[in-house]
């Protein structure tokens, strides 16, 4: 039991004669939920762990699994009130300047249909980088891709549903570490062939004016 009231537990095993640990908490209402990362440096301290523990983990608010922790490849599995997800991630190099790294999930319900899935995919080498993601959920895909060099970042993204599609280009260079200047192109975007009605006057909440353009420069500026 620690401060907040939350309890957490450690679990030593011996499966194919290779040790197995295992951790998990339960909140103050007893509801189990993921540990957190001090959480598990405290249980570390009184139960010797493997270099994968297995760690009790959420992906979502109405789900809870078990991932594995530590080297990679990180391998995941939650359980959601209509849904199973499985989970993968795997890194390539030790280098945080020079990696590949991937990462799928896909999510069924109980009798196994696919619901759901997601992939990416990332090169890093010095001060460049490549990535690209593919995600669908029932009839919506949404595909990106992105690279990186310096200063300068291009991103992509087109995502369809039926007949409807929408398609951005972001061009962005940073200038400083507070500047950054983005050039967009959104071909897919039009304006309704008949203007949206005014429904509010209000001066303290007035309302949001729809951004009909395709091509559009932003500047920028965070705060100190």
């Keep these: 039991m620690v401060d907040d009231g939350s309890l957490i537990f450690a679990v030593n095993s011996w499966v194919s004669g290779r040790r197995c640990t295992v951790m998990g908490a339960f909140d103050p209402f007893g509801k189990p939920v993921a540990p957190t990362k001090p959480q598990q440096d405290l249980l570390a301290k009184y139960f010797p762990t493997t270099e994968r523990p297995i760690v009790l983990d959420t992906k979502a608010k109405s789900d809870i699994g078990f991932r594995t922790n530590g080297a990679n490849p990180n391998v995941g599995v939650y359980v959601g009130n209509k849904t199973i997800i499985f989970d993968v991630h795997a890194?390539?190099?030790?280098?945080?300047?020079?990696?590949?790294?991937?990462?799928?999930?896909?999510?069924?319900?109980?009798?196994?249909?696919?619901?759901?899935?997601?992939?990416?995919?990332?090169?890093?080498?010095?001060?460049?980088?490549?990535?690209?993601?593919?995600?669908?959920?029932?009839?919506?895909?949404?595909?990106?891709?992105?690279?990186?060099?310096?200063?300068?970042?291009?991103?992509?993204?087109?995502s369809r549903d039926g007949a409807n599609k929408d398609r951005q280009l972001d061009l962005s260079f940073r200038a400083s570490e507070r500047?950054?200047?983005?050039?967009?192109?959104?071909?897919?975007?039009?304006?309704?062939?008949?203007?949206?009605?005014?429904?509010?006057?209000?001066?303290?909440?007035?309302?949001?004016?729809?951004?009909?353009?395709?091509?559009?420069?932003?500047?920028?500026?965070r705060l100190p």
């Design 91 to 158: 890194r390539l190099g030790d280098d945080s300047k020079r990696y590949l790294e991937g990462g799928a999930t896909v999510t069924t319900d109980f009798d196994g249909k696919v619901t759901g899935q997601a992939y990416t995919l990332t090169a890093k080498d010095g001060n460049a980088s490549l990535g690209g993601g593919y995600e669908r959920k029932g009839t919506q895909t949404i595909e990106s891709v992105n690279a990186t060099w310096d200063k300068w970042s291009l991103a992509g993204k087109r």
């Design 179 to 221: 500047v950054t200047i983005k050039a967009s192109w959104r071909p897919d975007v039009k304006p309704p062939s008949t203007p949206p009605r005014m429904t509010s006057y209000s001066f303290d909440k007035p309302p949001v004016v729809p951004n009909y353009s395709q091509y559009m420069v932003t500047f920028e500026i």
